[in-house]
């Protein structure tokens, strides 16, 4: 693939880890580790297929997995004494995921505090702030990149099948796709990726829509939010980052 893109919006291996248990809803204690395991691996696919930027971190978490997977399909040896035996192979992930998550959850309380300090000389409601909540005051989340790449992977369920090696077609560019897309943006406040997705005629215009959201990320154009966890995914501009656009490439 020509186009590849770095971004600095990736979270690490723990993150996406933690991303497939709640996704799930599994017990974080009782991890069905092939499961995970498989759902981590086309994860690492999907990320490799985009050309990302993939961290050496990923790779190692998905042999440290891999590893955890084969201890876990062997046979316990007679051999060992019954405390060996019940070791449990998943017990240092599991141990790491508790801590990481705990101080995910502390990083977010010092977060809100920030924000709500901020609040205490609260300035007027703007236009744009209107725009974010919503008339009905929805509260909207930053989506993440594992959110993303999960809505890519549906819906490239969703379109025929068809073998595909190479991107970059020229039916479809990136350069045009973002062009498409700030010109929508002109037009609609905001606008749902599985929207964007459906209307996609094949694998390739999928893939070159979902990379021009990521390049439209990288470049700050555009903000990716939630209404909740694991909902439906909406794109608007970037109120801070506005450059006026004239309608031309």
């Known amino acids: 693939m020509a186009y590849k893109i770095k971004l600095d919006i990736f979270e690490g291996p723990l ?3 933690l991303y497939l248990v709640k996704k799930d809803h599994l017990n974080i204690y009782d991890i069905p580790i092939a499961t ?14 985009l050309d990302l930027n993939i961290a050496g971190e990923f790779l190692v978490m998905a042999a ?21 035996a019940q070791d449990d192979p998943r017990a240092e992930l599991v141990k790491r995921l508790l801590e990481y998550e705990k101080l995910k959850e502390i990083a977010e309380t010092l977060r809100q505090r920030e924000t709500q300090q901020r609040e205490v000389f609260k300035r007027p ?15 909207y989340f930053e989506a993440s990149i594992f959110d993303l790449i999960n809505a890519f992977s549906a819906a490239l ?18 350069e045009e796709k973002i062009h498409t897309l700030l010109h929508l943006l002109l037009e609609v406040s905001r606008v749902s990726l599985s929207e964007l997705f459906k209307k996609a005629k094949h694998k390739i215009e999928v893939i070159v829509t979902f990379l021009a959201i990521l390049e439209l990320i990288r470049m700050k154009e555009i903000v990716v939010l939630q209404g909740g966890l694991f909902q439906d995914i909406e794109i608007s501009r970037n109120k801070n980052n506005i450059i006026p656009y004239d309608g031309r490439s």
């Open 15 to 17: 993150d996406l880890l």
């Open 64 to 84: 440290s997995l891999l590893q955890i997977k084969s201890k876990m399909l062997l046979p316990a040896e007679e051999s060992l004494s019954p405390e060996e």
């Open 125 to 139: 409601k703007t236009e744009i702030d209107k725009e974010l909540v919503g008339s009905n005051k929805e509260v």
């Open 157 to 174: 369920k969703d379109v025929p099948k068809e073998v595909f090696y190479e991107v970059i077609k020229d039916e479809f560019t990136i």
């Open 36 to 49: 995970v395991t498989d759902q981590y691996l086309q994860y690492l696919n999907l990320m490799q297929l």
